[in-house]
């Protein structure tokens, strides 16, 4: 098993964030390196609790997709995405978002095992970790900049929590 950590500080209410990182559309355009788009089950707006979702994105010049499920939602401090489906045995991704000095802390817990015994422990260590931490870094860099400027209302504008 590979674990990454994040927080990122955002400095703009936790309801925004929280919405931000479950929008759909923010998601697809946060993650533009790998042309990833949302093909199945939520593929805009929102997504809740118990919903899934089924991603096609290119990593590694192949392309993938992941069906992931929404297995735990407290609005606005947490929620959890799942794997269902895809490349990896497992994945679980943990989002926490809490309120500091008026910003948003927003914590990542991203839990993921490769397939394939020794040689998928081999690969997490020498490959999936970095590429996976960089991805998701780059990812809440943009995030953050939607947050903090007038970007978020592309996506927020209308929707409920």
Not at 3 to 15: K, M, Q, V
Not at 60 to 69: A, C, H, P, S, Y
Not at 130 to 154: P, S
Request: aromatic share 10%; net charge negative; glycine share 8%.
């Amino acid at each position: 098993m590979a674990l990454i950590s994040l927080e990122t500080t955002i400095n703009a209410p936790r309801d925004r964030v929280f919405d931000l990182a479950r929008s759909i559309d923010a998601h697809q355009d946060s993650a533009g390196n790998t042309k990833e788009r949302a093909v199945g089950g939520v593929t805009t707006g929102l997504i809740g609790l118990n919903e899934e979702v089924t991603w096609e994105a290119v990593h590694f010049g192949l392309t993938q997709r992941l069906r992931g499920r929404i297995t735990a939602f407290d609005y606005p401090s947490h929620f959890r995405d799942e794997m269902v489906e895809g490349a990896f045995r497992s994945l679980r991704h943990d989002h926490n978002f809490e309120e500091a000095d008026g910003q948003t802390v927003m914590s990542d817990r991203f839990e993921f095992f490769a397939p394939f015994g020794m040689l998928g422990r081999i690969a997490e260590k020498l490959l999936l970790e970095r590429y996976l931490r960089r991805f998701l870094v780059e990812r809440n860099a943009v995030l953050k900049e939607m947050a903090e400027t007038d970007r978020w209302r592309k996506y927020l504008c209308g929707a409920t929590g």
